[in-house]
Nanobody
Framework: QVQLVESGGGLVQAGGSLRLSCAAS????????MGWYRQAPGKQRELVAF???????NYRDSVKDRFTISRDNAKNTVYLQMNSLKPEDTAVYYC????????WGQGTQVTVSS
């Protein structure tokens, strides 16, 4: 069974940056598209960005030009570089396959203060 471990979250002021990492153990995921998702308090989980096995990327409109998703297949790791953070980016961030499966990690909390 694949285990997904997210890290890199924290508390940052608006305008700051964070880099999230997602390490996948178990099966090699280099042939899968991977996504970053987030869930804010009281809201449904939403897709933030995904990256295909070939490296093509796609972002939700609200994070375009601020967030960058990347992957290191040799390390079975996916990253999310988040710049110019806004308070509305505050959420628990998760990684998963894209489309997502029912296997979720514990997520990593990102809190952006105004």
């Amino acid at each position: 069974q694949v285990q997904l471990v997210e890290s890199g979250g924290g508390l940052v002021q608006a305008g700051g940056s964070l880099r999230l990492s997602c390490a996948a153990s178990g099966r090699d995921r280099s042939n899968n598209s991977m996504g970053w998702y987030r869930q804010a308090p009281g809201k449904q989980r939403e897709l933030v960005a995904f990256i295909t096995r070939g490296g093509a990327t796609n972002y939700r409109d609200s994070v375009k030009d601020r967030f960058t998703i990347s992957r290191d297949n040799a390390k079975n790791t996916v990253y999310l570089q988040m710049n110019s953070l806004k308070p509305e980016d505050t959420a628990v961030y998760y990684c998963n396959l894209f489309p997502s499966t029912r296997t979720w990690g514990q997520g990593t909390q990102v809190t952006v203060s105004s």
